[in-house]
């Protein structure tokens, strides 16, 4: 599986848009960006996912590189509630594992 | 969303017994299901992918004798940690997907200590 690279935290204030980047710059032809989302002491959270067309649902948007050697999770105001590590993850379409890096640690401050 | 849930939420057992942990779809059939564990402030690591009617595969380096997995129908799988250890207390975490390509669910979690 291709690998991803994160920042290992950051920080947001409430009511301000989140954006959480990672690389995949060694991701193939068929391979999809997915993020998940963990708060403490909880299951992954589902967030979105995405091939190389931008996606946005009720949670959040998800913006591919042209290139798609990266992406952005885009939280559009942030809440306390969004405090979590978000998990940026490639995984191939004919591949059910999820391998999870180190994520990003986001921190949403009133 | 679909809907993983697991059971117990949180279970204390004592060295060298055994202890399982279900993990259920309850509102589709899930073809596979997978098993993580984690450690305090670390990442989630893949244990064993499990399909419905087969054994499960095991990650290198997990021993597929102390971690029993069982996947028995769509809507059910079981992980067994058999004679617990202290060095096994963890998060077992749980998720499970209707088929390849399909988005992937995951349970609550559950905490295991063992004392």
């Known amino acids: 599986d291709a690998k991803t690279t994160q920042p290992p935290s950051m920080d947001c204030a409430e009511g301000r848009a989140a954006n959480l980047p990672c690389n995949h710059s060694?991701?193939?032809?068929?391979?999809?960006v997915y993020w998940y989302r963990q708060i403490h002491s909880q299951g992954p959270q589902y967030i979105i996912h995405?091939?190389?067309n931008n996606e946005t649902n009720e949670m959040a948007s998800l913006i591919i590189t042209e290139d798609r050697k990266s992406s952005t999770l885009i939280l559009p105001h942030a809440t306390l509630r969004d405090t979590a590590v978000y998990y940026c993850?490639?995984?191939?379409?004919?591949?059910?594992?999820?391998?999870f890096g180190t994520g990003t640690r986001l921190q949403v401050f009133p | 969303g679909a809907v993983v849930s697991q059971h117990p939420s949180w279970v204390i057992c004592k060295s060298g017994t055994s202890v399982k942990i279900e993990c259920r779809s309850l509102?589709?059939?899930?073809?596979?299901m997978f098993w993580y564990r984690q450690f305090p402030k670390q990442s989630l690591m893949l244990m064993a992918t499990?399909?419905?009617?087969?054994?499960?595969?095991?990650e290198q380096g997990v021993e597929k004798d102390k971690f029993l997995i069982n996947h028995a129908s769509l809507t059910l799988s079981t992980l067994t940690v058999t004679s617990a250890h202290p060095e096994d207390s963890s998060f077992y975490i749980c998720?499970?997907?209707?088929?390849?390509?399909?988005?992937?669910?995951f349970g609550e979690g559950s905490w295991l200590t063992v004392v």
């Open positions: 499990s399909n419905e009617g087969s054994k499960a595969t095991y």
């Open positions: 993850i490639v995984r191939g379409y004919n591949t059910d594992k999820l391998i």
């Open positions: 998720s499970a997907t209707t088929g390849v390509g399909n988005t992937i669910y």
């Open positions: 995405g091939l190389k």
């Open positions: 509102d589709f059939q899930a073809t596979t």
């Open positions: 060694t991701i193939s032809g068929n391979e999809y």
